[in-house]
């Protein structure tokens, strides 16, 4: 299994990031092809500090072949594309795989 993670630092304003995330870009990175699992969640620190990530979202794919597809597909570009329109606290993406 190969998860593509997305890590989306906090926004200026978090409640339009949500209402984007919910309208536009979840439904536009779920229709990557190859995609076989999906998972977003809010972050919280331990400590009760701001935590580092805002939100972390999971892409699961079967091989390292189906995501670099998936990543180059034009459905992987239009998401890739729509980072610049709500993720002004920036993004980190890292690979993780068995």
């Not at 984007?20 to 979840?26: F, G, K, S």
């Not at 972050?43 to 990543?71: H, I, K, N, Q």
Request: aromatic share 12%.
């Amino acid at each position: 299994m190969y998860v593509l993670t997305v890590a989306y630092g906090r926004p200026e304003d978090a409640e339009a990031f949500d209402r984007h995330y919910a309208r536009v870009h979840r439904p536009l990175a779920e229709r990557v092809p190859g995609l076989v699992g999906f998972s977003a969640r809010h972050c919280s620190a331990l400590d009760g500090s701001e935590p580092p990530y805002y939100l972390v979202a999971e892409l699961s794919f079967l091989t390292e072949d189906s995501l670099t597809e998936a990543l180059s597909s034009p459905e992987g570009q239009a998401a890739a594309a729509d980072l610049e329109n709500f993720a002004d606290g920036g993004v980190t993406m890292f690979v993780q795989y068995d």
